[in-house]
Structures are given as structure tokens and as C-alpha cells.
């Protein structure tokens, strides 16, 4: 499959994260690059809507505001009571990184912090 993608993205599976998304739901980060991420969820996002993406590490935190631009469910998996719910991998196209949040976040990825313990929350809105 022919990569369309403007900017690298820097591959988070595999790697010690912490996740909490402030919308109740499970996250993981799946990738991320200047322009967006990818993340997989245990609750569907709304495509179109506007969600604050905050990524902290030891020594810094960056947030940075992004529209669901595509969805999918990817899988079923038993919750705690033994249902079994569905999980979606969603993509996120961030907004305003062509100013200092942009320059935050290509700071924040080019620090190594995905080679660390980092924590990555998500809100509604921004």
C-alpha cells in the first residue's frame, strides 16, 4: 500500500504508555506525526468533532487540538463484567500545529520520549 502521508510517523505500539482519555474511555496511542495521530479506543469518537490531545512525559506536557477525520471498529473484546464491546482505532488530523503548538509538539516527538514513560490523555473539546 503506497504511504500518503505528508509528515513521518513515529510507531508507539509496543512501547510503555499510559493512557486515560477523559472522555471515559480506554486509549492507546498508536502513532503520531506533526499533522496527526492514530489512536485506538474503547469508545467511538465522533468524526468530525474537535478533541484536545495531551501527551506528558517527566519533564514536560503538550496538548494539541485535533478533528476525528476517520474511524473503524477493529476488533471485539470482553470488558470487566465479561461482555463482550468493540473496540475502534481512530485518526486525528491536528489543528493550528503551524504555529507554537506545532513547534511544542515536533520538540516533544523529536525528544525520544516515546523510548520512555509518557502518559496521553483526551478531552472533548478544546
Given at each position: 500500500?503506497?504511504?500518503?502521508?505528508?509528515?513521518?510517523?513515529?510507531?508507539?505500539e509496543?512501547?510503555d504508555?499510559?493512557?486515560?482519555?477523559?472522555?471515559?474511555?480506554?486509549?492507546?496511542?498508536?502513532?503520531?506525526?506533526?499533522?496527526?495521530a492514530?489512536?485506538?479506543?474503547s469508545?467511538?469518537?465522533?468524526?468530525?468533532?474537535?478533541?484536545?490531545?495531551?501527551?506528558?512525559?517527566?519533564?514536560?506536557?503538550?496538548?494539541?487540538?485535533?478533528v476525528?477525520?476517520?474511524?473503524?471498529?477493529?476488533?471485539?473484546?470482553?470488558n470487566?463484567?465479561?461482555?463482550m464491546?468493540?473496540?475502534?482505532?481512530?485518526g486525528?488530523?491536528f489543528?493550528d500545529?503551524?504555529?507554537?503548538?506545532g513547534?511544542?509538539?515536533?520538540d516533544?516527538?523529536?525528544?525520544?520520549?516515546?523510548?520512555?514513560?509518557?502518559?496521553?490523555?483526551?478531552?472533548?473539546?478544546?
Amino acid at each position: 500500500m503506497e504511504e500518503k502521508r505528508k509528515h513521518e510517523r513515529f510507531i508507539i505500539e509496543g512501547k510503555d504508555s499510559h493512557c486515560k482519555m477523559l472522555v471515559s474511555t480506554e486509549l492507546r496511542l498508536l502513532n503520531i506525526s506533526i499533522s496527526g495521530a492514530a489512536l485506538s479506543v474503547s469508545e467511538k469518537l465522533n468524526m468530525g468533532w474537535e478533541y484536545t490531545l495531551e501527551l506528558e512525559s517527566e519533564e514536560r506536557v503538550v496538548s494539541v487540538s485535533g478533528v476525528v477525520v476517520w474511524a473503524k471498529m477493529t476488533e471485539l473484546q470482553k470488558n470487566d463484567r465479561g461482555e463482550m464491546v468493540p473496540r475502534y482505532e481512530v485518526g486525528m488530523r491536528f489543528k493550528d500545529v503551524f504555529n507554537y503548538k506545532g513547534h511544542e509538539l515536533t520538540d516533544f516527538i523529536e525528544s525520544k520520549v516515546f523510548e520512555k514513560k509518557f502518559k496521553v490523555r483526551l478531552k472533548l473539546g478544546c
